[in-house]
């Protein structure tokens, strides 16, 4: 079984109040976009009961040992409740870059989660699996069903959420620096804003023309401090047409939305030149 595990940005995100349990309560909205991974989960050859699961990493995986990937995660995790799952083969080729805040760990695992409920026919249902998933990550549970969301609570509080109507037809690029910075290190620094609770869909309607001074990513401010090259490539998106631009998540990828193809001509684009052997993705909303 082959599935294409894909990213997702932030349209803004709110960083309310920390909680009890160590998390914190956010509110953003999660877009799913089309940069992907691809994944293959298949049922071991000749498995027996002393067989075990293979790993296979590779692309832009980094050093990280297998114990700690989110896909070999989510598989003990199901087998801790279906010990009838057999030994399994896993291939992960990782397109989506790590440390960027598009959410490619996440989407690796809860994809896992719904390949072997498909292929070992378990019959978990998709609330189960957003459950199972939220054991994961915070942002592990959106990829079950990877549609347009208002995220709330830690992020397992999914609540539809039509696409913004602004960005119908935009044009969207996704660059990643080889900046990177953890999650963890930036929840440490960043500044909470209880007062922005429950705005966020209401702004996301407003006119794009006015999403700068609205639509706000609270770790940018956290990131920047560290990284000003990131401020001034955000910054360059916006000198090249961008109508907003952002860091997703806790960063460090940057995207900005523009009314127009900005890499229509990539030998002769101006931005091109900016974005020179930096991973990007494009392409158009619908």
């Known amino acids: 079984m082959i599935l294409h595990p894909h990213a997702k940005i932030n349209l803004g995100l709110r960083i309310l109040r920390r909680r009890p349990d160590g998390y914190h309560d956010i509110e953003s909205c999660m877009l799913p976009i089309g940069w992907a991974d691809q994944l293959t989960v298949e049922i071991a050859a000749e498995a027996t009961k002393e067989s075990y699961d293979s790993y296979e990493i590779a692309g832009l995986a980094g050093e990280l040992p297998i114990e700690r990937n989110l896909i070999y995660k989510a598989v003990q995790l199901l087998r801790a409740q279906h010990p009838e799952i057999p030994p399994l083969q896993l291939k992960l080729e990782k397109q989506i870059p790590t440390e960027a805040g598009l959410g490619g760990g996440s989407a690796d695992a809860a994809y896992t989660l719904l390949a072997i409920n498909d292929l070992c026919r378990l019959g978990l249902s998709t609330a189960e699996l957003e459950t199972l998933a939220g054991e994961l990550g915070s942002d592990c549970p959106f990829f079950i069903q990877s ?60 006119p794009i023309a006015q999403w700068r001074e609205l639509i706000i990513n609270d770790f940018e401010s956290v990131v920047f401090a560290h990284y000003p090259e990131l401020a001034a490539l955000r910054d360059t998106l916006y000198h090249h047409g961008a109508l907003y631009a952002a860091m997703s998540g806790s960063g460090t990828a940057l995207y900005g939305i523009f009314a127009d193809n900005p890499l229509s001509s990539v030998s002769s684009s101006p931005l091109a030149t900016h974005l020179a052997d930096l991973p990007v993705w494009l392409e158009r909303l619908s």
């Open 147 to 206: 549609r347009s969301v208002l995220v709330t609570g830690r992020g397992e509080v999914l609540t539809p959420l039509t696409m913004p109507s602004a960005l119908l037809g935009k044009w969207l690029l996704v660059v990643k620096p080889s900046i990177g910075m953890s999650t963890a290190e930036a929840y440490r620094q960043v500044t909470r804003h209880p007062e922005a609770e429950g705005k966020l869909a209401a702004l996301l309607e407003q």
